[in-house]
């Protein structure tokens, strides 16, 4: 038991630090991990492993981007014009992806997950790679009303069916549209913490009156596992929201396309 908690600790850490800092969820690390610790230490059957990792992280994820949103919000690191343009299509979405996490069976949900991160690191080297070969852009462009409700949309469906907060695909977008800085990492927090809210609210209703026979679980919502993690992502989702204030878009960008590329390798391993 002991090993299980120190783990559910140390995702914990990672999950906050990566939440506050990049602006992302951090549930991109701390599913492929929790699906490790439910299959192999816990011995959650296989079958459910993967919807109890998705659906206990994204309950853990409304506290680490609430935590983090506060932070952000004090530093007025939030565009809230931006927000506002793209947060009620984000629900529209997660409540639909949301509805679709228990009817789709385990092992394809990894997969799809799977695909999702490579495609993801694939998409962030890219950008990168056009990043080096253009002029940085200082001017914030805005883009249409429809365009924006479609990209919110599918944005938020991908946060509800995968768990995720949005921000890997949020940061780009920001960066495509002039944003720069510190205002990146605190708008998607603010973003992810409404996709987060959404999606979590729905799980629980979904998951009520679901027994899967599993101890100390609320359908496959594994509560040990989210009472170990809340406090720790919480209070390291505070640092590495100061953290986004000390490093560069460059640094901050490397980061993640690091920590994408591990996490595919590991969950395609």
Excluded: R
């Excluded at 506002?84 to 990894?110: F, P, Q």
């Amino acid at each position: 038991m002991i090993v299980e908690i120190f783990g559910l600790i140390l995702v914990a850490v990672f999950t906050g630090v990566f939440s506050g800092l990049l602006g992302i969820g951090g549930n991109m690390i701390a599913i492929p991990v929790l699906l490790v610790l439910f299959k192999h230490f816990i011995h959650i059957p296989d079958q459910t492993a993967m919807h109890m990792a998705l659906c206990s992280g994204v309950v853990v994820m409304v506290f680490t981007t609430f935590s983090s949103v506060m932070t952000h919000k004090k530093n007025n690191n939030i565009d809230w014009g931006f927000y506002k343009s793209i947060a009620l299509y984000m629900v529209a979405g997660a409540v639909l992806g949301a509805h679709c996490v228990l009817l789709i069976n385990g092992k394809v949900l990894e997969k799809v997950f799977d695909i999702f991160l490579l495609f993801v690191s694939l998409k962030l080297l890219h950008s990168k790679m056009q990043q080096k070969n253009s002029k940085q852009e200082h001017h914030v462009v805005k883009l249409n009303v429809f365009v924006m409700a479609i990209i919110g949309i599918l944005i938020g469906f991908k946060s509800g069916l995968l768990g995720i907060g949005g921000g890997l695909i949020i940061i780009p977008l920001m960066i495509h549209l002039g944003f720069s800085g510190p205002k990146i990492s605190g708008t998607t927090s603010a973003c992810s913490l409404t996709m987060a809210l959404t999606s979590a609210i729905t799980l629980l209703i979904l998951n009520y009156g679901v027994d899967l026979g599993i101890k100390y679980s609320y359908g496959n919502i594994y509560i040990p596992a989210v009472l170990v993690m809340i406090p720790f992502t919480m209070i390291f989702a505070k640092v590495g929201a100061k953290l986004s204030t000390k490093f560069s878009n460059k640094t901050l960008s490397n980061i993640q396309l690091i920590t994408v590329v591990i996490l595919a390798i590991k969950m395609l391993a």
